[in-house]
């Protein structure tokens, strides 16, 4: 059996000691990790404080825009009290297209463009009001409720401009929606509208499908007659 070498003690001083380089080593691991940790604490820092300016921002920029808005409806309301709702609306349209421009995300945006489609209807800028409508819906999104009042809305503007198909078109929209408030109003138009088409089949089939399923309409008994 072959005996391990005894070192003498100059050659044990001289020997590194093992728990003393993994020391080392940990040591500096822990300095290196140390450094990036502390780095990535900074960027997490400077994310979260982004994060709030962002929201600050978006806050300001809410209020700001809510506040411009509400200005604009008082000028047009005493614009309007003495005078007439095209000097109202020429009056206020500069504003309301600023508005839009400088804060087109806001919820006072939303609502912005809404009060700009009826006001733009009153002052008879019906192009203006239809881009404006069709704005608000791409705004709101799958909100039954909104897009059903706006697409109405857009509908008695089409036909004021005398495009009675694209007045058909957005109120068959709000009649094929099951979670649609006001079908009743939109089938009674429609069918209205199918008869000044001379499509008179739709028309009685729009009219029956309103008595039936709204009998406590408003709508009801023009449509029982009407069918």
Known sequence: MVRPKKLTRK?????????????????????????????????LLALLALGTLFGWLSMRGEREAALLLEKTIVRHKSVLSGGTEEKAYGEVKADLDRLLA?????RAARAARLQYAAMAVAGSDLPTAIAQYD??????GDQAYYNSRVRRSLANVYARQGDLPAAVAQLEAVAADSEAPGKDEALFL???LYAKLNQHE??????RKLA????????AAPAREGA
């Open 135 to 140: 704005g608000a819906l791409k705004a709101l």
């Open 212 to 219: 039936t399923d709204f009998p406590e309409s408003l709508y």
């Open 190 to 192: 429609l069918a209205t």
């Open 11 to 43: 050659e044990l001083l001289n020997e590194p000691d093992e728990f003393i380089s993994l020391t080392g080593r940990a040591v500096r691991f822990a300095i290196a990790q140390q450094t990036r940790l502390r780095y990535a604490g900074l960027a």
């Open 202 to 207: 739709k028309s009685k089939e729009a009219f």
């Open 102 to 106: 400088d804060y087109p995300r806001t």
